[in-house]
């Protein structure tokens, strides 16, 4: 009499092998979408602390002095910051009352190198009054 092994046959090892691999596969992009989001959500996160400190900077200012011009489109001189090669940092005071007691700050944040997807922007807007 015989007595069997109680180990896989290499035809259950090889099944279960391709099985493996099958799933694996269609596992993977889901990885890769998962690693791009990640990079995604970090570089708003970053545009979004230069907005923010940006903002902060331009709430020292005192409210007369807090000159009116400025694009968040264009650089204008005193009005965009790009001292930083990740972020382009860009401002525009606006007046709007006569007289002048009350002032739209608006900041945008645009971060210039991007690995994945469309160029990241963040957009701040605060009120000032006198």
């Given at each position: 009499m015989?007595?069997?092994?109680?180990?896989f046959?290499?035809?259950?090892?090889?099944?279960?092998?391709?099985l493996?691999?099958?799933?694996?596969l269609?596992?993977?992009?889901?990885?890769?979408l998962a690693?791009?989001?990640?990079?995604?959500?970090?570089?708003?996160?970053?545009?979004?602390?230069?907005?923010?400190?940006r903002?902060?900077?331009?709430?020292?200012v005192?409210?007369?002095t807090?000159?009116?011009?400025?694009?968040?489109?264009?650089?204008?001189?005193?009005f965009?910051?790009?001292?930083?090669?990740?972020?382009?940092v860009?401002?525009?005071?606006?007046?709007?009352?006569?007289p002048?007691t009350?002032k739209?700050?608006?900041?945008?944040?645009?971060?210039?190198n991007?690995?994945t997807?469309l160029?990241?922007?963040v957009?701040?807007?605060?009120?000032?009054?006198?």
């Amino acid at each position: 009499m015989r007595h069997q092994s109680g180990g896989f046959s290499l035809v259950e090892i090889l099944v279960a092998m391709f099985l493996l691999s099958m799933i694996l596969l269609a596992v993977a992009p889901l990885f890769i979408l998962a690693g791009r989001s990640t990079s995604s959500a970090g570089e708003i996160g970053n545009a979004s602390a230069a907005a923010v400190q940006r903002m902060e900077q331009l709430d020292l200012v005192a409210f007369d002095t807090l000159t009116q011009g400025g694009s968040l489109t264009a650089n204008q001189v005193g009005f965009f910051d790009s001292s930083n090669p990740e972020f382009l940092v860009r401002w525009r005071v606006t007046n709007n009352a006569t007289p002048p007691t009350l002032k739209t700050v608006e900041v945008r944040v645009v971060a210039q190198n991007v690995p994945t997807g469309l160029p990241k922007e963040v957009r701040v807007v605060s009120l000032r009054a006198w």
